[in-house]
């Protein structure tokens, strides 16, 4: 509610006085009201103020001055100006009437018999009730959010008490804008119509307050203002705070509403975060237990495994997931961002998978349902919905790349350990090989299930290292590695020399130049498939040892 200057010619003082200015300058809020008792008044305003004068004070000024002077009250926003003519004027000088229409500042001409005192005492008291009728109705609307904070209420009891109180329908988004609750569904879908613009005037809230207007399709496209709040909780967990304004406009009893509001609602988030971080933590020892294998007390394990909804009967795979971004500076809180994405996607396609999160790793024990003992088939069904969670997450997201790893599929909780160790053991092989392969299962490994076994005995590794593949690790020069590089991928292009100047983006002569160095190096037939193959294994056992 403000005081305005259509209410100020409402007094008796006012009733022969003469309005000088647009109808849009009734509109203007009064803040305060102050008499001119010296030319630098400019100083002291704080602005929105009226001012009262006759002009004394700045009767010596010339015309340039006087405009400076008249310039510098419009510069503090001053409501309105109002003038008792005294007998030094004739009328209201000349650049003052010029500054006031350029800066549609109304001016109010009173008579001179009208006392300053009386205005002044009449506008104090009018925008001190006014600030006392503000500061009631926080108390009350601050008592009542906190008696719902205090009695435990949902998210939907929050946003019905407000949309009683502001007469707009209210709908709450999490960060992907997906409705929480709603108290109209007709608002829930809309799109942008102007761009985001901060409301200037509520800058001292707690919460940042934006406003534009949108569209919404299930009101016949009909254009709103909407006013929109992020609220963020402790852990940076965000939702968004949206009311549209289809059956009025907003006043600053709505925007003490609405802040209120806010907090309730930032103390519920902050309240459900702990539950689920509780909850999260007794998930977590459930699921470390069924993928450690450590279940002594079978009676145990089941209660405990009914409380997280899961079927110790039924038959699941291990899936790994982490993530490898682009960049090396990332900050944690990007991190934490880009693996809630990818939380959300796996949620969003596989609805009944326990996940744990561990590590810079998402672990799903995922149920299969076929009903059947193809194994292949299930596999194959496993892969089609990673694939659609790994495509929506790299659509969205260009700055990390999607690596799992999957276990082989356990048909009782004691084979999950297991399935687990397997995925684990793909997740490692698919992030040191230069093929990214985004899918890959514990039965595609190969001949890196054999070599596998021997990842932490460098020695015993080594004895599969061909003779002329070592010869060229001996190479003390400084292309060596190049030469590596060069023999590896001339071996990923099935021997095509063509192709693999063009994964190298070298020329052709490069290529065939190298090959035949290393063939002066180690001797190497590259017409014997059998030594090929034994090539082949060496590259591979390399990557073992360089991850190791």
């Keep these: 509610m403000h005081y305005t200057v259509k209410e100020l010619l409402t007094l008796d003082e006012f009733r022969e006085a003469e309005y000088i200015g647009t109808k849009q300058s009734l509109a203007k809020n009064i803040k305060g009201i102050t008499v001119i008792d010296s030319p630098d008044i400019s100083l002291w305003l704080n602005g929105g103020e009226s001012i009262l004068t006759s002009f004394f004070p700045v009767k010596d000024l010339n015309e340039e001055e006087m405009k400076d002077w008249m310039h510098e009250l419009a510069d503090k926003k001053i409501s309105a100006l109002i003038v008792k003519i005294p007998k030094e004027f004739d009328s209201i000088p000349k650049p003052v009437r010029e500054v006031c229409r350029e800066r549609n500042i109304p001016i109010i001409s009173l008579p001179t018999a009208i006392p300053f005192i009386d205005i002044i005492y009449k506008v104090t008291r009018k925008i001190f009730n006014q600030d006392v009728e503000k500061l009631e109705y926080f108390r009350e609307i601050h008592h009542r959010f906190t008696e719902?904070?205090?009695?435990?209420?949902?998210?939907?009891?929050?946003?019905?008490?407000?949309?009683?109180?502001?007469?707009?329908?209210?709908?709450?988004?999490?960060?992907?804008?997906?409705v929480i609750a709603t108290t109209d569904k007709e608002v829930e879908l809309f799109y942008e119509s102007h761009k985001f613009q901060e409301e200037k005037n509520t800058k001292n809230t707690i919460f940042p307050i934006y406003r534009r207007f949108v569209i919404y399709p299930k009101l016949q496209d009909r254009e709103c203002e909407q006013i929109m709040i992020p609220v963020?909780?402790?852990?940076q967990t965000k939702v968004m705070l949206v009311i549209s304004a289809i059956h009025s406009g907003f006043s600053d009893f709505d925007f003490m509403a609405i802040e209120n509001a806010a907090t309730a609602l930032s103390l519920n988030l902050a309240k459900k975060i702990a539950i689920s971080e509780v909850e999260k933590k007794y998930k977590n020892e459930i699921i470390d237990d069924l993928l450690s294998g450590d279940i002594r007390d079978e009676d145990d394990i089941?209660?405990?495994?009914?409380?997280?909804?899961?079927?110790?009967?039924?038959?699941?795979?291990?899936v790994v997931f982490t993530l490898k971004f682009k960049s090396k500076k990332v900050t944690s809180e990007i991190r934490e961002r880009y693996y809630n994405i990818l939380n959300n996607n796996i949620d969003y396609y596989l609805k009944n998978a326990i996940v744990r999160e561990r590590f810079n790793q998402v672990i799903v024990i995922w149920p299969v349902h076929s009903g059947q003992s193809n194994k292949k088939k299930e596999m194959d069904t496993i892969k089609r919905t990673l694939g659609y969670v790994i495509?929506?997450?790299?659509?969205?997201?260009?700055?990390?790349?999607?690596?799992?790893?999957?276990?082989?599929?356990?048909?009782?909780?004691h084979d999950l350990p297991k399935s687990h160790k397997e995925a684990q053991e793909v997740l490692d092989v698919n992030e040191m090989s230069y093929q990214h392969n985004p899918i890959l299962s514990f039965e595609e490994l190969g001949i890196y299930r054999l070599l596998y076994q021997f990842k932490h005995d460098n020695n015993r590794l080594k004895e599969f290292i061909p003779a002329s593949l070592g010869r060229l690790l001996d190479y003390n020069k400084?292309?060596?590695?190049?030469?590596?590089?060069?023999?590896?991928?001339?071996?990923?292009?099935?021997?095509?020399v063509s192709r693999s100047a063009d994964r190298l983006y070298v020329h052709y002569k490069t290529v065939s130049y190298r090959l035949d160095k290393i063939k002066e190096i180690t001797q190497m037939d590259y017409d014997d498939a059998n030594e090929m193959l034994s090539v082949q294994v060496g590259l591979k056992i390399l990557e073992i040892m360089r991850k190791e």
């Design 148 to 178: 719902l904070s205090i009695q435990n209420v949902s998210d939907e009891v929050i946003i019905e008490t407000l949309e009683s109180l502001i007469g707009n329908p209210v709908t709450i988004y999490n960060e992907l804008f997906k």
């Design 232 to 235: 963020t909780s402790v852990n």
């Design 302 to 318: 089941v209660e405990r495994a009914d409380n997280i909804k899961f079927d110790l009967n039924s038959r699941s795979a291990v």
């Design 391 to 413: 495509n929506k997450f790299e659509s969205t997201v260009r700055e990390a790349k999607v690596y799992t790893g999957i276990g082989s599929i356990a048909d009782t909780v």
């Design 478 to 496: 400084t292309n060596r590695e190049q030469l590596i590089e060069t023999l590896e991928m001339y071996l990923q292009c099935q021997q095509n």
